[in-house]
């Protein structure tokens, strides 16, 4: 037997670091066992998630060349993507996400910044992020990659939670505690958008959006829906022809359409099962090393958090980004930039929210609007940025890289490849 | 055993917060009890005594007998522990 082998398999990787998060709660032998295993499926999950995602999302990048006339290039199997993908960097990512995390206490306990980042699915894919980074624009050896890139994600999970934190007092409701969530970027740069340009009297939330909308506040079938759309849209204008012959395989263009649109909405379903199972069992742990290390800190929780408050501001938020995220795509395809691009739902959703609900409580109407469509733009113009500085985590940010992956990464990416 | 779910937009970050807070209250109290994150989109509502959300996604929830629990603002410990012992004490009278 080779533990060497075990422990870089990051499935089982990922389980010791869970176990070890159980025996510090102190569970009995059974919730370790159960919760082990649930950590495991969790995170074999979200790999079947990812590929589930890419296998309905690649033809989308087919179906954009050939609208923007650009060179159609031959789409890598699925399974050769994904295979490589998190499984490459998925020792790294994995410790740096459990490093990470330590090194956020450590600085909580001992500088001036209070704030523990509590957001474990937003640390968890931005460890992956950093891995890749390191990997694709350095050649450290893997050691190096971990403490180093430890390192940076406790003063990235530090800092954003920090730098949201004076923001906090603009929304109404609790104060007790920040964001520790990958929009902070965009919270904070709508925030002071909305303080020069807005006014905060005229308060978005007044207006009430009709409630047959709020089949929107369901993430799963509202993201399908609207994937199912944009696919018929790309779809018609790639040509029926086009894609009959070149891309469904002689499906009908329609029936093709609905199911890629229904199979991106199974991908997320297993994505967020696994995701969940894999982190319910972390995040108490992490609450609890927070209150015992650094008891008067401040902690950083998920932006949903403040969606009951804001209603429309998570609506308004969410169709300004989608808006501006198509904008900056057929803009891409118009000069011919060579990554193809489409809108990330996911983050377009949340992350619209956010700038939405910032810029409103500095600015109003006028700063959640411009909040929000400034938030598109940076989320599809910095991932076209992105994707050529991370390799094979590529199908993950084309679905997941939120403003802080789309406006950090791609100068981390550039800064690396000066050296 | 009693069951409760914890319901957010994507059941990965708010949903899980109610968890920890829900299981917090309920150790401190001695009361037994399942608490399973989930997202609203895929929650299944049989066999459930007590779903814990926010008013917005509680109207999208339907076909359930579970008891409700609505949270504005859901880092507001000291309202949940009230409301859920409430719950929790008319679900043990009514049995």
């Known amino acids: 037997m080779n533990l060497w082998q075990f422990l870089s398999e990051p499935a089982i990787l990922m389980g010791c670091v869970v176990m070890i998060g159980l025996l510090v709660q102190r569970k009995t032998i059974n919730q370790m066992i159960s919760g082990t295993i649930k950590a495991v499926v969790g995170f074999l999950l979200v790999l079947a998630g990812v590929e589930f995602l890419a296998d309905s999302l690649l033809p989308l990048e087919t179906m954009l060349r050939k609208i923007f006339g650009m060179q159609t290039i031959t789409v890598h199997s699925v399974d050769q993507l994904v295979n490589a993908s998190l499984l490459a960097y998925g020792t790294s990512a994995t410790l740096i996400f459990a490093f990470g995390f330590l090194v956020n206490v450590l600085l909580a306990r001992f500088t001036p910044f209070k704030y523990i980042h509590l957001s474990a699915h937003v640390s968890f894919f931005y460890a992956g992020l950093i891995a890749a980074l390191l990997t694709v624009g350095t050649d450290l050896s893997t050691t190096h990659i971990i403490w180093i890139g430890s390192l940076m994600l406790g003063i990235y999970l530090t800092l954003s939670s920090a730098m949201v934190a004076p923001f906090m007092k603009y929304i109404p409701g609790d104060h007790s505690f920040t964001l520790g969530h990958s929009s902070s970027i965009i919270c904070v740069v709508s925030g002071l958008l909305g303080k020069l340009v807005g006014n905060k009297e005229k308060d978005l939330e007044k207006i009430e959006l009709p409630a047959r909308l709020g089949f929107l506040r369901e993430t799963i079938p509202a993201l399908t829906l609207i994937m199912m759309l944009f696919f018929i849209m790309v779809t018609l204008f790639a040509g029926k022809d086009f894609v009959e012959l070149q891309v469904s395989a002689h499906k009908d263009w329609l029936l093709y359409a609905l199911l890629q649109g229904l199979k991106f909405g199974v991908g997320i379903t297993i994505l967020t099962t696994g995701v969940r199972m894999l982190l319910t069992e972390v995040i108490p742990a992490f609450h609890g090393i927070a209150e015992k290390v650094v008891p008067n800190s401040t902690p950083g929780f998920d932006l949903p958090l403040l969606f009951p408050q804001h209603p429309t501001s998570v609506i308004v938020g969410f169709f300004c980004s989608l808006v501006a995220s198509v904008i900056g795509m057929i803009v891409l395809g118009i000069i011919q930039y060579p990554v193809v691009v489409f809108p990330a739902l996911i983050p377009t959703f949340f992350t619209g929210a956010a700038a939405a609900i910032f810029g409103n409580a500095t600015g109003g109407r006028r700063g959640a609007v411009m909040g929000a469509t400034l938030n598109g733009f940076i989320l599809i113009f910095g991932q076209a940025f992105l994707l050529p500085f991370v390799g094979n985590y590529e199908t993950v940010m084309r679905v997941l890289s939120e403003p802080d992956y789309t406006f950090y990464g791609p100068i981390i990416g550039w800064l690396l490849h000066q050296f | ?95």
């Open chain 2, 1 to 95: 055993m009693l069951q409760i779910l914890t319901v957010c937009g994507a059941g990965v970050g708010s949903s899980i917060l109610l968890k920890v807070y829900t299981e917090q209250i309920l150790q401190a109290e001695g009361i037994h009890a399942e608490v399973q994150s989930v997202d609203i989109g895929s929650m299944g509502t049989t066999n459930v005594d007590i779903i814990i959300t926010t008013p917005d996604l509680s109207k999208l929830i339907r076909n359930t007998d579970a008891k409700l629990i609505e949270l504005v603002n859901l880092t507001d410990k000291t309202t949940l522990q009230n409301k859920l012992l409430e719950v929790i004490k008319e679900i043990r009278e009514g049995e």
